[in-house]
């Protein structure tokens, strides 16, 4: 019986906007004598002498002291969620000024503080220090650190990104910070200040280092209480000839559909910008509207639009399916919770199946859809040649529906190499359809069936279809399904009979 993990577990906190986070290497301990990087995926060990990647790992005492002294020969150190403690800090300071070689340091997830931060920036100062790439997200920070932060960004042209979400900097803090963006020796590129308590008081600094600050060219503002007052602002910012922005995620800023008419004009006027995440703002059917115009604009570029519950309705996929059938430059769009039902997944499929469409990944989970738009979803599959990943679990598609899909995945034509199908309503009745995708497809490499109960027969036919010489599949992804120990060990058979498939579960 299998289990799925927390969702907190799986991805990042805006899970539901992103989608799960794919599968990754869950790295282990270096062990004494064998510096390098390790990896562990199932009875897997990959080994890289350039980086020190680990995670999820508690790191203290003897495990520390025997990682100490090959700190100063990687050029990358993650330690994501180690249990990090204040003797590191001091370990990891010194490796900043004397590896000239280290242009990455990922402490996500440890309780540095802004103490533990202080002895970093003394490492940091050092004229022998090259980083590039500081990540400190959750890390228990408050404005206190933030003056050390911009003496580090004046000081450090060469550090060009710099993540901070998820720490209470506070609306002082990030003004602190604003004054070392706006420092001509500042070049960082990259700047993250999700979930950081900032308020709309921080829209005029932030909106001058847009003005100003040509080398910024990602910035995201996801999860603070700005509004469309704030939104406002930055985007006078953004409409100035030196920005050059090209990537902006104003996530769950409680922006409405008031912020969109200025969106839209730096959608329409800003080239620039490939990459606009806005979910979790209740923009409705008229935000949308007055961004589908901006989008449309020739001069817009744009290739990746989140717009995850940002409640619209059928009545935005008229403008939403006049965008992907005209907008050749983009390429991903998440709708992942809106109430788009049936009927405005018919408005969508004909977008699709328009020869100019060129969109490649659509996420349209929980979006209200029953089996009875299926037949349309398959028609698109057999005619769109663009479309590679199709998330559409969490709807109510059932059997019925599944069964119409793969028609369209067994059409010639199509070219769909990723499906997610969780939480559909599935049977193991769907699954002599969905083997025969699975065996014959010579395009599909990863197929989503989470938290379906297909049990032990229709789980056994998915293996035995990976089996198939002519299956192409890479990743079967199989969380929160129930099982016996029998298909336990049946799928660690199939893994190993079957290089280069790997069932998650």
């Known amino acids: 019986m299998q289990i799925l993990p927390s969702l907190f577990q799986l991805g990042a906190r805006s899970w539901r906007g992103r989608g799960f986070c794919r599968p990754r290497w869950c790295p282990v301990y270096c062990p004494a004598g064998a510096p390098g990087l390790f990896f562990r995926f199932g009875r897997s060990v990959i080994v890289s002498k350039m980086a020190l990647d680990i995670q999820c790992e508690e790191l203290s005492g003897s495990k520390w002291k025997e990682l100490v002294p090959s700190l100063n020969q990687y050029k990358t150190i993650r330690l994501d969620d180690c249990s990090l403690l204040t003797p590191t800090f001091d370990d990891l300071a010194s490796a900043l000024s004397s590896n000239q070689t280290l242009t990455e340091l990922n ?31 959750n890390c228990n920070l408050t404005r206190t650190c933030c003056e050390n932060l911009r003496s580090v960004i004046i000081a450090k042209p060469s550090l060009t990104d710099l993540r901070l979400g998820d720490n209470r900097l506070g609306t002082s803090g990030a003004k602190v ?39 910024l060219i990602e910035l995201n503002l996801s999860n603070n209480k700005l509004g469309d007052a704030a939104v ?28 969109c008419g200025d969106l839209g004009t730096v959608l329409s006027t800003k080239p620039s910008l490939r990459e606009l995440c806005i979910g979790e703002n209740k923009i409705g059917d008229a935000g949308a509207a007055l961004l589908c115009q901006g989008v449309l604009n020739p001069n817009c570029k744009v290739e990746k639009l ?83 990943e199709l998330q559409i679990g969490g709807n109510n598609l059932q059997d ?8 369209g995945l067994m059409d010639p034509s199509c070219t769909l190499e990723s499906i997610w199908l969780g939480n559909s309503e599935l049977t193991s009745a769907c699954c002599d359809k969905l083997a025969t995708i699975i065996a014959t497809s010579q395009c599909l490499t990863e197929l ?41 060990d049946e799928l660690k058979a199939l893994e190993e009979s079957k290089p280069g498939f790997k069932a998650i579960f």
């Not at 910070?177 to 829209?203: F, T, W």
């Not at 019925?400 to 028609?407: K, N, S």
Request: aromatic share 4%; charged share 25%; glycine share 6%.
């Open 107 to 137: 402490l996500n997830n440890n309780e540095l503080g802004d103490s533990g931060v202080e002895k970093l920036c003394k490492g940091l100062m050092n004229s022998s220090c090259k980083l590039e790439k500081l990540w400190l997200q």
């Open 177 to 215: 910070l604003c004054e070392g963006l706006l420092d001509p020796n500042c070049q960082l590129q990259k700047l993250h200040l999700d979930y950081c308590e900032l308020s709309a008081r921080n829209a005029e600094d932030l909106s001058s280092v847009l003005h100003t600050k040509t080398s």
């Open 232 to 259: 406002k602002q930055l985007c006078g910012g953004l409409l100035d000839s030196n920005c050059k922005m090209q990537s902006l995620q104003l996530e769950n800023c409680r922006i409405t559909a008031g912020s």
């Open 306 to 388: 989140w717009l995850w519950e940002c409640d619209f309705s059928a009545a935005s996929c008229k403008d939403l399916a006049n965008v992907i059938r005209t907008k050749e430059s983009l390429k991903e769009m998440s709708l992942i919770g809106n109430d788009l039902k049936d009927e405005g997944m018919e408005h969508l499929c004909e977008g699709l199946k328009d020869p100019k469409a060129a969109i490649q990944s659509l996420w349209l989970r929980e979006c209200g859809l029953t089996k009875a738009c299926c037949k349309s979803v398959a028609s698109v599959l057999s005619k769109n040649n663009s479309l590679k």
């Open 400 to 407: 019925e529906g599944v069964a119409q899909i793969c028609e």
């Open 448 to 488: 989503e069936v989470s938290n379906n109960e297909l049990k032990d027969k229709g789980v056994r036919k998915l293996c035995e279809a990976v089996r198939n010489p002519n299956c192409r599949l890479q990743q079967l992804i199989l969380y929160d399904i129930f099982w016996s120990t029998k298909i336990d």
